[in-house]
């Protein structure tokens, strides 16, 4: 953390290994193998002291990716925090706390649906009255897509998603304003640059259509759709992964031509291992490049009025909406969840992309095309 700061990073995203994400202490025998594996095991609120010793909490923010024990974990970054001069009014943290796309992308989650989405409702409304800038939900079709969704349906049930966590807070009486606007999102990119694009433009469009004609939110800076739109590990290869550098540059470009608020991207490294110190540099230096040199601040559309970019957009919009009608069909996204249709319906589409791989039909440079013996 200290290093991307101090060469000009400016947020924080705090992964968790798995016991944490699963509510396990490092020494519980379910933990055995894989503390420390995907991310930070945190225990106890000194471990949470470490994670952020010596970082100024008041300017730099911190995503925290963890799901089910979410409310938990900001719990404790708001201890840790207050322990150390911060009043929870100026510290700013973006939990994930996304469970229903844990049980359709990730499987890391603990409680039933209903009662996981009433803790969900909980840190919302918590964090609007006791933490103003902190993002109490972070919405992920990233996930849903790697498991293999497709770019539309990633959309559609992302959209459906924060829907489903909005009803609940709006059943306790409150107004949509008062906290959605606290809402934010997290997107992947891999792939046709021109599908991933069309796919945010479209998104965009949908979201602040929902919030308007669906919610009738008032203010217009609730209507943005927030977040990270990053570059998937889904799409980095183990073979040639030089390329991934590339490919980290094109992800990046794809997200500033969406109309991404800020984007992240893998090392190229993280296809076969946890990123090193040089490799995150260079992701960083990515992002500088587009940013400082390649102009890519200069305008905020510079594919408005595009027919190719607006057509394809179209299309996709249409395609987002008859996914999103599906889900309504089989009783809504909770309902979808529990009856684990979403589940199914990710799974074939991953079988198939696989197979696509593996008979050409799906091109991958270093993996089916331009391979080296």
């Known amino acids: 953390f200290k290093l991307l700061i101090s060469h000009g990073g400016t947020g924080l995203n705090v992964a968790f290994d798995l016991p944490t994400q699963m509510g396990y202490d490092s020494d519980d025998p379910m933990s055995e193998g894989e503390v420390g594996r995907v991310g930070m095991a945190i225990d106890t609120l000194r471990d949470m002291e470490i994670l952020l010793d010596g970082i100024d909490l ?72 006791a933490m103003p800038k902190t993002n109490p939900v972070s919405v992920c079709g990233y996930h849903i897509r790697e498991s293999g969704a497709s770019a539309a349906q990633e959309m559609a049930y992302a959209l459906l998603i924060a829907n489903a966590y909005i009803d609940n807070v709006l059943k306790r009486g409150y107004d949509i ?119 890519l601040r200069d305008t905020v559309d510079p594919l408005a009025g595009s027919y190719f970019i607006e057509t394809i957009t179209k299309e996709m919009e249409q395609k987002i909406e008859e996914e999103m009608v599906k889900i309504e069909k089989v009783g809504g996204i909770v309902q979808a969840v529990t009856s684990g249709y979403a589940q199914r319906t990710v799974a074939r589409q991953a079988y198939a992309f696989e197979k696509g791989l593996q008979s050409g039909e799906l091109l991958k440079v270093g993996v089916n095309i331009h391979t080296q013996g």
Not at 87 to 93: F, G, M, T, Y
Not at 209 to 233: A, C, D, I, S
Not at 248 to 269: E, I, K, N, R, V
């Open 177 to 295: 304003d008062q906290f959605v606007g606290r809402f934010s999102f997290n997107f992947d990119i891999f792939g046709n640059i021109w599908e991933t694009v069309a796919k945010f433009r479209a998104g965009r469009k949908l979201w602040a259509r929902n919030l308007k004609e669906k919610y009738g939110v008032k203010k217009t800076q609730n209507l943005f759709m927030r977040g990270m739109f990053g570059g998937g590990g889904g799409g980095l290869t183990k073979a040639q992964p030089e390329n991934n550098i590339m490919r980290g540059a094109y992800y990046g470009l794809a997200a500033a031509l969406a109309g991404g608020q800020t984007t992240g991207l893998c090392s190229y490294d993280e296809a076969y291992t946890i990123p090193t110190p040089h490799a995150a540099i260079l992701s960083l230096r990515t992002l500088q490049l587009l940013m400082d040199e390649m102009g």
């Open 58 to 129: 008041a300017t730099i923010g911190a995503s925290l990716t963890v799901n089910a024990v979410a409310s938990i974990i900001l719990a404790m970054y708001q201890a840790m925090a207050e322990k150390h001069g911060y009043s929870a009014d100026v510290i700013s943290a973006t939990p994930q706390n996304d469970i229903l796309k844990e049980m359709i992308g990730r499987g890391a989650w603990i409680f039933p649906a209903g009662p996981a989405v009433n803790l969900i409702g909980d840190t919302i409304e918590y964090s609007m009255k």
